[in-house]
């Protein structure tokens, strides 16, 4: 089982806020930007997580703005745990935009509950959330209410 000290470097950084915590993120694509408070979300349930196991599945969304699709997309991995029973990892997500809609098509690989020790998320918030285009690259900050 790996701990968080043997994964990858990842762009992502867990934030103390009050009794919540947040996901800071950067990636060059919106896509990445994504995945990466995905597995940011996942970091911040669980403190070490399989290499393998768990199969993955998709996930769809749409929204009419770009920090509304961010907040879907997380809302639908906490229901794939809750429902699903596993912790979505390995995070990947396309986002495109069309016709003033917002839509991600994504992916994770849904680690059983059952193989982690993992605390609950019990929601994301709007609360200071952020999406923005900064220089070259996409930032994103999200609280999660615990």
């Not at 390995?90 to 994504?106: F, G, K, L, M, R």
């Amino acid at each position: 089982m790996a701990t968080a000290a043997d994964w990858p470097p990842m762009s992502y950084t867990l934030r103390e806020h009050t009794a919540d915590i947040a996901v800071e993120a950067t990636a060059p694509a919106l896509g990445g930007l994504f995945g990466a408070i995905g597995d940011g979300l996942a970091a911040a349930m669980c403190e070490s997580i399989p290499d393998s196991g768990g199969n993955r599945f998709g996930i769809e969304c749409r929204a009419e703005s770009v920090e509304a699709l961010l907040y879907e997309y997380l809302d639908q991995l906490i229901y794939e745990r809750d429902v699903r029973l596993v912790l979505p990892v390995d995070n990947e997500a396309t986002v495109t935009e069309s016709d003033d809609e917002w839509h991600i098509t994504a992916s994770a690989r849904g680690v059983p509950l059952a193989e982690v020790t993992a605390r609950e998320i019990k929601a994301v918030t709007y609360s200071e959330m952020v999406v923005d285009r900064r220089d070259d690259e996409w930032y994103g900050y999200v609280v999660f209410d615990v």
